[in-house]
């Protein structure tokens, strides 16, 4: 993965810093032609390249829409892949038209003409070490990874069809996207110290309330 960090510190989304506790990813990519991230981040970095239309989300609403996400992924002017952290991962962002905007780490992936396999398959392996990332940083169940179609099937994103559009055309599925994570975190290995079990999880949460007052602010609860 090539993270780089450039925070739409001028977009309303931004400006509101609501913080979440994230629970979930949500997968989302941009419904137009045009890979280029210097579309939505800016301004230039030198590695991004110059907008000329000066319409990139580092502005308060980005086509006169209220919209944020915490992450792009797409190209630079080299033509290289990289992802470009738009938000803090806590802050709630504007990207689902719906709850998900309350519990979803989001991000898009800057879409193509669709029919690419290079971009596809390059765009495609970012955003699986992005969520594995992700998934270690907050201790995330790849299961909890949506796209936006699967978040309107679910009652927490509004109608709209990003990614199954697009990935099946490639021979992937949200399936196989979620498989890929798992598999990820799988390669890697931790030693994890278990501090409680419990069975009613109001005693678990004390316990982890206990843990994160002691100073261990990555601890977690796990259910199995
Ligand atoms: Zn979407």
Redesign the pocket.
């Known amino acids: 993965m090539n993270l780089n960090r450039l925070y739409l510190t001028k977009n309303e989304c931004y400006r509101a810093g609501q913080i979440i506790t994230p629970k979930g990813i949500m997968v989302?990519?941009t419904g137009a032609n045009n890979p280029h991230l210097k579309r939505y981040v800016g301004p230039d970095d030198g590695k991004l390249g110059e907008n000329v239309y000066r319409n990139h989300w580092n502005q308060a609403r980005p086509d006169g829409r209220q919209v944020c996400v915490h992450a792009f992924i797409g190209r630079l002017a080299d033509g290289s892949i990289a992802t470009y952290q738009t938000l803090p991962w806590n802050y709630r962002a504007w990207?689902?038209g719906g709850t998900a905007n309350n519990t979803h780490i989001s991000f898009?992936i800057c879409e193509d003409d669709l029919t690419d396999s290079v971009y596809f398959n390059a765009v495609y392996k970012e955003a699986v070490e992005l969520c594995i990332y992700l998934c270690d940083k907050f201790g995330l169940d790849p299961e909890n990874i949506v796209d936006?179609s699967e978040g309107c099937k679910l009652g927490v994103a509004s109608n709209?069809k990003?990614v199954m559009h697009w990935f099946p055309r490639h021979g992937k599925s949200m399936d196989t996207f979620r498989a890929d994570v798992l598999d990820g975190l799988g390669l890697r290995r931790f030693y994890r110290v278990q501090v409680g079990a419990f069975r009613e999880k109001v005693n678990a949460e004390k316990m982890l309330a206990e843990v994160k007052m002691a100073g261990f602010k990555d601890a977690f609860i796990k259910f199995e």
């Open positions: 989302h990519s990207h689902s898009e936006h709209h990003d």
